[in-house]
């Protein structure tokens, strides 16, 4: 048995395939394949000594924004460079830390809504007025400002709010009584003599109280029913708590759901200043920049050729689960000194474009074939999968369905933020989309080349909606169940033909799977040698000068005499 605290040298070239992880992004929803991770790691420890890692046995690690949080504590390396964390470290790590990250302790106030709005305004809507530009300047610097505001605004909102929401039964009922319900009845059967109304809004005061009353007659329901009027509170303090809340405001309108400052805490702590080419095994991780309109891949290849592509895994990290709406986008600079050269980011989540980054991973193997670069293996060319060895593992798919017509009473806020049914209609389909999209590919392509077997995709297709927010922390005992589960059932593929997930015959279960897949990341590495640990690259801020210690000099003679007198 070898021993797997020593890194593979790659002394056999010949033959053999390259072995590829995939993570999906998903927010709280990575506890699923941190579950599937944790199965295969133990399978991988039984089969080839308990000091197994699956930075081990894996070329490549590639993560898309939660999927990039679990790359990284996987491959990035700690005292002894050895993998930092375990799949079932990164498991521990969601349970205790998920609240912290996924929390804002800043209650937003009226006062501050109304501020933050006032500064984006001007700041983003008419930037080029030199008045309202010093006058954002101002109140940017006026927060002492809020607590002057705050009891204006209250009085104003809130308390004249709630208060006209709920009195009576709320405004329906208000309005069914501003007119006589059946004048002919109030007036002893006799019609009274009706001045036309001098205008439209006149007729419908006067009419919407017989109108709405007509409308309940016909449902069946009485504005005077005890059930109808607390379906109306119920519906008036609904509509209160949502609209009338500063901090959906807040959020709907103005700022990310969350500050940030747990998640970077959390990293920061874990990663420390680790940078990109210290990773024990090669990682890849997809980012998003929104001032260049274009993708950013990080890799540890590049970051070995370029100084400027190789930052600190926090800040990578950091920026890969900048999910817009959730998480503020996440800006760093770059310096290198041979060449000079300054590069500076402004990233977000590659959920936009990759949720599912296989075809990242791909691509980036394809680049290196390309350049010429050095790979684990000989003779595969660029498009031959036959030579490639990929797990994906999704984070659950929610199959929210629309229909048009109801899609066709949508704004900007309702395709944001679904409020009935407590969605994100338009992020959930960019990620749907993206990840089945780059599912149908892979497959199709590993199918015409004969090697369906190298690709092994596990995914939850139809994973309950109660479980489907990527922030609710209140689930992730169940998003835990959710892998369990998943390891028993069969493997699915996506069929070529309909695009339907479906299982495949003959292939067994999904642990299974893993289990035969571990036994072929074993081989593989026994295949290439483990006979020497990997060479150590030092960046240009982690070589030191080592200074020894001066030795002390003997005092004098002369000294000592004087001394013992």
Same mark, same amino acid.
């Given at each position: ?48 000594? +308990? ?13 898309? +924004? ?22 079932k470290e990164i498991i521990d790590l969601y349970l205790q830390e998920g609240a912290g990250i996924f929390r804002n302790d800043h209650k937003a106030t009226w006062a501050q809504v109304v501020l933050e709005a006032v500064l984006l305004y001007i700041k983003y809507y008419d930037g080029n007025n030199e008045t309202l530009l010093s006058l954002h300047d101002m109140l940017a610097l006026g927060s ?82 005890? *059930? ?53 095994? &090669? ?55 041979? *060449? ?15 949720? &599912? ?8 193997? %394809? ?41 066709? %009473? %949508? ?62 922390? +209140? +689930? ?90």
């Open positions: 048995m070898s021993d797997p605290t020593m890194a593979p040298a790659v002394t056999n070239k010949q033959g053999g395939e390259l072995r590829i992880l995939c993570i999906d992004g998903g927010g709280i929803r990575g506890l699923i394949p941190a579950k599937i991770l944790d199965y295969l790691e133990s399978e991988l420890q039984r089969i080839d000594g +308990s000091s197994a890692r699956l930075a081990d046995y894996f070329d490549y690690i590639v993560g898309t +924004s939660t999927g990039a949080l679990v790359t990284t504590m996987l491959a990035a390396p700690n005292k002894d460079n050895r993998p930092l964390c375990t799949a002492a400002l809020e607590p002057l505001l705050r009891p204006i605004l209250d009085a104003l909102i809130i308390a004249k709010g709630p208060a006209a929401a709920t009195a009576n039964g709320a405004g329906l009922q208000q309005l069914a009584s501003v007119a006589p319900h059946d004048p002919a009845v109030n007036n002893g059967g006799v019609e009274p003599e009706e001045a036309p109304p001098t205008t439209t809004e006149d007729y419908i005061h006067e009419h919407a109280g017989a109108i709405l009353q007509a409308l309940c007659h016909a449902q069946g329901l009485a504005l005077d029913s005890p *059930p109808f009027q607390e379906g109306i509170k119920e519906f008036a303090e609904g509509l209160r708590r949502t609209l009338l809340n500063p901090n959906f405001v807040r959020h709907a309108l103005l700022r990310p759901k969350y500050g940030g400052e747990g998640l970077r805490k959390v990293v920061r702590g874990k990663l420390g200043n680790r940078r990109l080419q210290e990773t024990v095994t &090669n990682v890849v991780v997809p980012t998003f920049d929104i001032k260049r309109n274009q993708p950013v891949v990080f890799s540890t290849s590049k970051a070995r050729q370029e100084q400027v592509m190789d930052p600190c895994l926090s800040d990578i990290c950091i920026a890969a689960t900048a999910a817009p709406t959730f998480f503020p986008a996440h800006k760093f600079n770059a310096l290198s000194f041979s *060449p000079l050269k300054f590069e500076e980011f402004n990233l977000i989540d590659a959920g936009v474009f990759a949720n &599912n980054p296989t075809t990242v991973a791909m691509n980036e193997v %394809w680049r290196m074939i390309d350049r010429g670069e050095e790979l684990p293996v000989e003779e595969i060319s660029p498009m031959d999968c036959r030579k490639l060895r990929i797990l994906s593992i999704g984070t659950g798919v929610v199959n929210h369905s629309y229909t048009a017509d109801e899609c066709n %009473w %949508w704004g900007l806020l309702p395709w944001v933020y679904n409020v009935r049914n407590k969605t994100q209609p338009l992020i959930d389909t960019l990620m749907y989309s993206t990840g089945s999209l780059v599912d149908y590919n892979v497959t199709l392509l590993f199918k015409s080349q004969r090697c369906e077997d190298n690709y092994l995709r596990i995914q939850e297709d139809h994973l309950d909606p109660a479980l489907g927010a990527m922030d609710d922390t +209140s +689930s992730m005992d169940k998003l835990v169940e959710i892998g369990e589960k998943l390891l028993e059932r069969p493997v699915y593929r996506t069929d070529s033909e309909t695009r339907e997930y479906q299982p495949v015959k003959g292939a067994g279960t999904n642990k299974e799977a893993l289990t035969k897949l571990a036994h072929q990341l074993v081989a593989e590495r026994r295949r290439r040698g483990a006979a020497a640990p990997p060479p150590i690259l030092l960046s240009v801020t982690d070589i030191t000068t080592v200074v020894e210690p001066r030795p002390k000099r003997l005092k004098s003679q002369a000294y000592l005499r004087r001394a013992v007198s």
